[in-house]
């Protein structure tokens, strides 16, 4: 192995390998309790033990040891708004209510591109502080709040997907597109960035409440002659919500079947909430390869309901964890597994370490359907990683001392770990974020 562009780093190592629903617990990670990530030309070149990897490496290379700390691969965040970033816990609403008064006429600050590029930028830098290093992000109705942050990523050279917001209806004036021009600037923005460094497009209607049926067509015209384009929406997240889609669409059979109708259903299509399905919407996402983005924080901080996590491991439905920022409270993925884990809780389901860890990695990378990028530290993959402080607080630091297997350790993490257990952040293996 020649020396040139290696990076080589050292600590215990744990990454995802497979869903724990399918595989197991036991066979869904690995872990190196002494282990060396090796790192060449931005991309993985090899995980595992020290002492089996060391004789391998060129004599003189330099082997950054971090101690008392978790190398893991980044998080992996499936749903996201970056305009919301000034939002962030804003008080006492649910969905609808929460649209109006404080999301609507913070989006409308986006028509400036000067703003939208000065709050792209403090997003990413959170996404970093955070350990977040790929994220399907929503932007606002604004084409041009969408070119500052796919310009924003790109100066990172970060994974990211975003699109601009479709909305034409149902929603204050300066807040609003048409058909026509939704479908136009989208297109202009897929032309610009779809595929470029390491970007890729969401077309992106709102949600069904805020399109006209001819804005949905128009989506599903954009899908079609974009293969290689995502799709990105909302779906059942609130029950006045879903009363509002069955009056404005009285022939569908259910919300699901609203976006079906308009062919928006498919492998790169994610659907964030999707608490109240019933069992056939989730056996369509199933049959469709569509994924879900589950986002604990925000449906408890909207009432919006418990995501049932078993129903898509009994109907096969991909999935990830999102923190949903606005409506969610938290940009950590660390405090996101906290309250799923407790969402499960109350519904007598067991959310394993081992399942949080897939769910903010492996599988959302997977329900991404970039899993053969990113995700976890198989050769070939590109080394966006993070390093996770045992001694981030003098708590953390005290509750450790107890853990004596890996699932004790990272659960711990889960539970009372956030921004602060973040030591430092790792994109394409250049580091991009160091705590103090
Ligand atoms: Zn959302």
Redesign the pocket.
């Given at each position: 192995m020649s020396g040139q562009n290696l990076k080589v780093y050292r600590g215990e190592i744990l990454h995802s390998l497979n869903d724990p629903a399918q595989v197991g617990d036991q066979q869904s990670f690995e872990y190196f309790p002494d282990g060396l990530l090796v790192v060449k030309d931005g991309l993985v070149e090899s995980a595992g033990p020290y002492q089996k990897l060391l004789p391998d490496l060129p004599e003189q290379v330099n082997i950054e040891h971090h101690q008392d700390s978790l190398i893991m691969p980044g998080f992996v965040d499936c749903?996201?708004?970056y305009p919301q970033t000034q939002i962030v816990g804003a008080y006492g609403e649910q969905l609808i209510e929460w649209l109006n008064n404080y999301t609507f006429p913070m989006e409308s600050e986006f028509s400036s591109p000067d703003n939208s590029r000065a709050v792209a930028d403090i997003f990413i830098d959170e996404l970093l502080r955070n350990g977040t290093t790929a994220a399907l992000v929503?932007a606002t109705v604004h084409k041009q709040s969408a070119e500052a942050f796919f310009r924003a990523a790109s100066n990172r050279r970060m994974r990211m997907i975003c699109g601009k917001i479709m909305m034409d209806r149902n929603a204050p004036d300066y807040l609003t597109d048409t058909a026509e021009s939704g479908y136009e600037d989208s297109a202009e923005l897929i032309g610009r960035w779809h595929g470029k460094d390491r970007l890729s497009y969401a077309i992106t209607p709102r949600f069904a409440p805020t399109s006209s049926e001819d804005q949905l067509k128009k989506a599903g015209q954009l899908l079609r002659e974009h293969p290689g384009v995502y799709m990105h929406t909302?779906l059942a997240e609130n029950l006045e919500e879903i009363k509002w889609v069955k009056e404005l669409f009285p022939r569908a059979s259910g919300y699901l079947d609203v976006y079906d109708h308009y062919g928006l259903l498919g492998k790169r299509s994610i659907f964030?909430?999707c608490i109240h399905l019933n069992d056939h919407e989730f056996e369509l996402l199933h049959k469709t390869g569509s994924g879900i983005a589950f986002?604990p924080t925000?449906n408890l901080f909207l009432g919006s309901g418990l995501f049932p996590l078993s129903k898509t491991e009994n109907k096969k439905v991909n999935t990830g964890l999102a923190t949903?920022i606005g409506?969610g409270t938290s940009f950590s993925l660390l405090q996101t597994i906290n309250e799923a884990y407790k969402i499960q809780q109350l519904q007598k389901h067991r959310l394993s370490p081992f399942k949080s860890l897939y769910l903010a990695t492996l599988g959302g990378a997977r329900t991404l359907g970039i899993d053969k990028t990113i995700g976890n530290f198989e050769p070939g993959k590109e080394a966006d990683f993070i390093v996770l402080d045992y001694r981030a607080t003098p708590l953390l630091d005290l509750r450790l001392q107890r853990c004596t297997t890996i699932a004790d350790k990272f659960f711990a993490l889960t539970i009372l770990g956030d921004d602060r257990a973040v030591k430092a952040t790792y994109i394409l293996g250049k580091e991009a974020y160091r705590k103090g």
């Open positions: 749903h996201i708004h929503m909302h964030a909430h986002c925000s949903d409506g």
